[in-house]
Nanobody, 125 residues
């Protein structure tokens, strides 16, 4: 089974940057490239929403609110997913979750069946 562990969250002032990491384990050598991985976030009282996803072929999708500020990347050798977040805004405050699924790569929460525990990101004005 695939396991995901997030790290890198914290508190930052508006305009600052954070880099989230997601360490993945349990992949087989045969299937690792077939997994889509992504970042989702959930603010208090709101639905969990997709932030960015990246396919095994490197294709990416970003939600409009983070486009040009966030960058998703994966290091295949380390089985690690990253989210570089720049120009952070208070509305980015949320628990950020790493997620994965086998196959296609939609930016939709309901398609993902493998989740990390989440890491808190707090952006103050």
């Amino acid at each position: 089974q695939v396991q995901l562990v997030e790290s890198g969250g914290g508190s930052v002032q508006a305009g600052g940057s954070l880099r989230l990491s997601c360490a993945a384990s349990g992949y087989t050598g045969v299937t690792v490239s077939a997994y889509c991985m992504g970042w989702f976030r959930q603010a208090p009282g709101k639905e969990r929403e997709g932030v960015a996803v990246i396919g095994g072929d490197g294709s990416t999708i970003y939600t409009d609110s983070v486009k040009d500020r966030f960058t998703i990347a994966r290091d295949s050798a380390k089985n690690t997913l990253y989210l570089q977040m720049n120009s952070l805004k208070p509305e980015d405050t949320a628990v950020y979750y790493c997620a994965a699924r086998f196959g296609g790569c939609p930016l939709l929460r309901s398609f993902y069946n493998i989740w990390g525990q989440g890491t808190q990101v707090t952006v103050s004005s």
